[in-house]
């Protein structure tokens, strides 16, 4: 991608536009609205409108503020440099606020340039059902586990309302089901989800689909959201040594973290340049001092450095090494 600095926007769309309504700032959102749908009173509900730098002056969020009180905003990282990411979340107060709700969010940008940024919210806020907890919340997750989080669900209204299904587009959940009350004027049922052991490692962010049999309001979404970690990670996944003088050294640290205490058995990696010394305890956190010795020849270098250790499996973790070996400066 080619970057470009937002004063050539400026310069491009200067005739007939204020600098609040210039559209460098609504480029870097993936989206600037979002529908909740139908969610249940106490439900936890929450969006995030994500944003990229797209440019090469770095960019400072100053503010956020809604039109509506059933929605928070909360701005998830103020400065952004180049190519960097972060987030507008958009909380949905179900809690305190009943039906159709709308709300605007207005993003503040205030460096490079001043610029405002709309982001729309709307949703329905039913309020003859509650959901307890409001969100399934599975947190960390140890890959392989089977994990199980209980709800319940409660109905106001007519005696003959049914859920019919449970549904979700994320197929290692399963959900079962149970009527616990069936009243004069009351519904009640229990439903477990159980994450399987078949989960593959990384976020969950996903929602439940819970269908009834009423036809003005035939479904609500329940967000679920959690972490399935891997047995054994190495971090960062690359190390950028960056440019580095030949004949110079650069020293950086790996983080190895496992479930379980574990022994490195071996670190193996093609460039002799590099040097990791070998721990000998069991630990659940490793840190690895990593020294790189630049040979005499310019050149650019992609290794990978493989951590092998004493788990079930003997599972290993994988980093890439990248690095920019440089001529020496010459002295004048």
Same mark, same amino acid.
């Given at each position: 991608?080619?970057?470009?600095?937002?004063?050539?926007?400026?310069?491009?769309?200067?005739?007939?536009?204020?600098?609040?309504?210039?559209?460098?700032?609504?480029?870097?959102?993936?989206?600037?609205?979002?529908?909740?749908?139908?969610?249940?009173?106490?439900?936890?509900?929450?969006?995030?409108?994500?944003?990229?730098?797209?440019?090469?002056?770095?960019?400072?969020?100053?503010?956020?503020?809604?039109?509506?009180?059933?929605?928070?905003?909360?701005?998830?990282?103020?400065?952004?440099?180049?190519?960097?990411?972060?987030?507008?979340?958009?909380?949905?107060?179900?809690?305190?606020?009943?039906?159709?709700?709308?709300?605007?969010?207005?993003?503040?940008?205030?460096?490079?340039?001043?610029?405002?940024?709309?982001?729309?919210?709307?949703?329905?806020?039913?309020?003859?059902?509650?959901?307890?907890?409001?969100?399934?919340?599975?947190?960390?997750?140890?890959?392989? !586990?089977?994990?199980?989080?209980? +709800?319940?669900?409660?109905? &106001? @209204?007519?005696?003959?309302? *049914?859920?019919?299904? %449970? #549904?979700?587009?994320?197929?290692?959940?399963?959900?079962?089901?149970?009527?616990?009350?069936?009243?004069?004027?009351?519904?009640?049922?229990?439903?477990?989800?159980?994450?399987?052991?078949?989960?593959?490692?990384?976020?969950?962010?996903?929602?439940?689909?819970?269908?009834?049999?009423?036809?003005?309001?035939?479904?609500?979404?329940?967000?679920?959201?959690?972490?399935?970690?891997?047995?054994?990670?190495? !971090?960062?996944?690359?190390?950028? +040594?960056?440019?580095?003088? &030949? @004949?110079?050294?650069?020293? *950086?640290?790996?983080? %190895? #973290?496992?479930?379980?205490?574990?022994?490195?058995?071996?670190?193996?990696?093609?460039?002799?340049?590099?040097?990791?010394?070998?721990?000998?305890?069991?630990?659940?956190?490793?840190?690895?001092?990593?020294?790189?010795?630049?040979?005499?020849?310019?050149?650019?270098?992609?290794?990978?450095?493989?951590?092998?250790?004493?788990?079930?499996?003997?599972?290993?973790?994988?980093?890439?090494?990248?690095?920019?070996?440089?001529?020496?400066?010459?002295?004048?």
């Amino acid at each position: 991608m080619r970057l470009i600095s937002i004063l050539g926007c400026f310069v491009l769309l200067w005739a007939g536009q204020t600098v609040s309504a210039q559209p460098w700032a609504n480029k870097m959102f993936e989206t600037t609205a979002h529908d909740f749908g139908v969610v249940a009173r106490n439900s936890k509900q929450q969006f995030q409108f994500k944003i990229k730098n797209i440019y090469l002056e770095d960019v400072h969020i100053a503010r956020v503020r809604s039109s509506c009180g059933c929605t928070s905003p909360i701005i998830e990282k103020r400065t952004l440099k180049t190519y960097e990411s972060g987030a507008i979340t958009a909380v949905y107060n179900t809690n305190s606020f009943l039906g159709s709700k709308n709300a605007t969010i207005t993003v503040t940008i205030d460096k490079p340039y001043y610029a405002e940024v709309q982001l729309s919210i709307q949703g329905f806020i039913r309020s003859d059902v509650v959901v307890n907890p409001g969100s399934v919340q599975f947190g960390e997750v140890a890959q392989g !586990s089977v994990v199980e989080k209980p +709800l319940s669900i409660l109905y &106001a @209204g007519r005696n003959t309302w *049914k859920i019919t299904d %449970v #549904r979700s587009a994320y197929p290692h959940f399963e959900v079962e089901l149970n009527e616990l009350e069936r009243g004069t004027t009351r519904v009640s049922y229990t439903m477990v989800v159980r994450l399987k052991k078949d989960a593959p490692v990384g976020y969950i962010q996903d929602e439940l689909t819970i269908v009834t049999d009423d036809p003005k309001n035939k479904t609500i979404s329940l967000a679920v959201q959690g972490r399935v970690i891997a047995p054994l990670t190495v !971090s960062p996944a690359t190390l950028i +040594l960056g440019p580095v003088e &030949a @004949g110079a050294e650069v020293a *950086k640290k790996l983080v %190895v #973290r496992g479930n379980v205490p574990f022994r490195i058995t071996k670190i193996t990696c093609n460039d002799q340049c590099l040097k990791i010394d070998l721990p000998d305890e069991a630990k659940k956190l490793h840190l690895l001092p990593v020294q790189f010795t630049a040979g005499e020849e310019a050149k650019k270098m992609v290794e990978n450095i493989t951590i092998h250790t004493d788990l079930p499996g003997e599972a290993t973790a994988t980093c890439v090494l990248t690095v920019d070996v440089t001529k020496p400066t010459e002295e004048p």
